[in-house]
């Protein structure tokens, strides 16, 4: 049994339910889409938020690491000041403790500045990182400055202090600096708790005393360092320090206390030691103290044979090896050779190139770095993009099927309302009184019947849909029987006969051997203002079936094609 119109109906609160769920839903889905599209403007700078974080939680134990997080960030895309000056502070920092190119740290002043009565210990850090990237630009005496600033700040953790006083101690040695180091190297020796840091800031302070002229206190030191490297059974630290110990005798006149020493050396390390050519120099040059010319320009021999031998052509050994050799020229002959001083000098020039040619290097690496980095920056930007215009097709999809979604339910309501006045009248239909035929000719209640019925008709030809045509098959079988079809084409006739004066007995008498059925059944749909789809609903066949009908009914009732058929025939019966 099939669902009658009452029964396909939906209440009123359960139908504004459905549409307030489905509203639901797709405002969820524009939300959604929104957000993400906000979240795709808004990812690449709170992930890179994220990543400066995480780069400064493992910077400590993992600067590599740390450093591949920060080279992914885009610096243009940080706007709030603490963030860029973090970026800044750990890229430079992480530079710093990989011993790598700074060149490219020109903001860490920026951060540094950031810092200041802010965050001790980043204060500290960036002034360290800021000092060094001072050394690598060429301004020693600027970074030395700020060390010193930072290495007496108040109220520093002495781990913090460590790191400045270790940079600012090695750059007080690469500036031979004597008597300004030397409270500095103490100091560090005072803090460092590490064997072995602790014995490189002994080592640097003796180079402090070195450099001051306090060789008595310089040549304590060594001996110091002897001792403990002898103890630990350090045989490389040993060595080294004998040689420095070597060294400091010749500096205070003790030529034959350091010629027995390297003796030693000799032969504790064999003749053919890695430093045999440094220690026949040495030789020579205490010879050439004593005024014994032959011997230093024997050792000095042995030593240039000797460095070639162990370490090529070695530029720093030879530019002392020719000093030493205009001095002994000098000596036996009474005059300077010009060779000698343009040696000198050509080594120098030698050693200032390779210099600037490793600073031009580390330039070009870190315009290398940079080009990858804007790099990268277009690909993220390229992504960045495709993805919006994704999300923006998206939300129009969406709109679309919003648009559908909203029009056919639009459409649902006007064909229940239509579903609610049919049931309307098939409800006055059937309680209608029954009259006789002959009483009903005449009244107007049998017309006022008639055009409900032909609305009712009218009504699911325009909302075909198999609700309406099922209810239309139970009024048209009320009190006919309409064979298969959608109403009885008897009552249809009659209800044309009576709304249009005969219409259809006229049409039949005079044409009714010329036209089919389905022609006639055209015609008085067509008279009752009918359209093409709606007669092709009733009737069953298609439009284009109906389009060949009317073209067969011009020709069969000798209609012209520009003249309505409809108008043809009411001038033809008047």
């Known amino acids: 049994m099939k669902k009658g119109v009452n029964e396909i109906k939906y209440p009123v609160g359960i139908q504004s339910f459905k549409e307030l769920r489905e509203g639901g839903y797709l405002l969820c889905l524009l939300v959604l889409m929104a957000g993400a599209c906000i979240a795709s403007c808004s990812h690449s700078g709170s992930q890179y938020n994220r990543s400066i974080d995480e780069a400064e939680r493992i910077m400590a134990t993992n600067a590599d690491s740390a450093l591949s997080l920060l080279d992914a960030v885009d610096l243009s895309e940080l706007k709030e000041d603490s963030i860029r000056a973090k970026y800044v502070y750990l890229k430079a ?5 990989k011993n790598r190119s700074m060149i490219s740290d020109s903001l860490i002043s920026y951060a540094h500045n950031y810092y200041k009565g802010k965050d001790k210990v980043r204060d500290v850090r960036s002034g360290i990182a800021f000092a060094w990237y001072r050394f ?27 790191q400045a006083l270790r940079i600012r101690v090695y750059l007080g040695v690469a500036e031979y600096q004597g008597a300004p180091l030397i409270p500095f190297a103490k100091r560090l020796y005072e803090l460092e708790t590490d064997s072995m840091r602790k014995m490189e800031a002994r080592y640097m302070l003796l180079t402090g005393y070195e450099y001051a002229n306090h060789l008595d206190s310089a040549i ?35 030529n034959s206390e350091s010629d027995l020493l390297i003796d030693e050396i000799f032969k504790t390390g064999g003749s053919d030691n890695g430093a045999a050519d440094l220690l026949h120099f040495q030789h020579a040059l205490n010879a050439l103290n004593t005024g014994d010319l032959i011997r230093a320009s024997k050792h000095l021999a042995k030593a240039d044979s000797l460095t070639i031998r162990l370490h090529g052509d070695n530029a720093t050994f030879r530019s002392y090896s020719n000093l030493l050799h205009s001095i002994i020229d000098f000596k036996k002959t009474g005059s300077v050779k010009l060779i000698h001083i343009a040696s000198l000098n050509n080594r120098q020039d030698e050693r200032f190139n390779r210099m600037k040619a490793s600073q031009w290097e580390s330039e070009k690496g870190a315009l290398l770095q940079q080009s990858r980095a804007l790099a990268l920056k277009s690909e993220s930007r390229h992504k960045t993009v495709v993805i919006l215009v994704i999300i923006l097709v998206a939300l129009v999809i969406l709109g679309f099927a919003a648009w559908i979604i909203i029009s056919r339910r639009q459409r649902e309501r006007e064909n229940e309302e239509r579903i609610e006045a049919l049931q309307k009248m098939v409800d006055e239909y059937k309680s209608a009184p029954v009259a006789t035929e002959r009483g009903l000719t005449e009244s107007s209640a049998l017309r006022s019947a008639m055009l409900k019925q032909l609305s009712i008709i009218k009504m699911v030809a325009e909302t075909p849909t198999e609700q309406n045509r099922e209810m239309l098959r139970k009024i048209s079988s009320i009190d006919g029987e309409t064979n298969g079809e959608l109403v009885d084409w008897r009552k249809v006739f009659e209800i044309i006969d009576n709304l249009y004066a005969g219409f259809y007995e006229r049409l039949h008498t005079e044409h009714g051997e010329v036209l089919t059925k389905k022609e006639e059944q055209i015609i008085v ?24 009908r009317k073209s067969s009914i011009r020709k069969k009732l000798g209609v012209p094609e520009k003249e309505d058929i409809v108008v043809c025939l009411h001038n033809q019966n008047k």
Request: charged share 20%.
């Open 93 to 97: 920092y992480g530079h710093l403790k």
């Open 136 to 162: 690598w630009t060429g301004d020693t005496p600027g970074a030395i400055s700020l060390l010193d600033s930072l290495a007496s700040m108040s109220g520093v953790s002495d781990s913090l202090k460590i």
């Open 220 to 254: 304590h030191i060594i001996d110091e360092l002897i001792d403990y490297a002898g103890k630990n059974k350090w045989g490389d630290k040993h060595f080294l320090f004998e040689m420095e110990k070597a060294q400091l005798l010749t500096e205070v006149g003790r």
């Open 525 to 548: 749909l067509m008279v009752a203002g009918f359209s093409t789809k709606e007669i092709s609903v009733i009737t069953g066949q298609t439009t284009s079936t109906i389009y060949v």
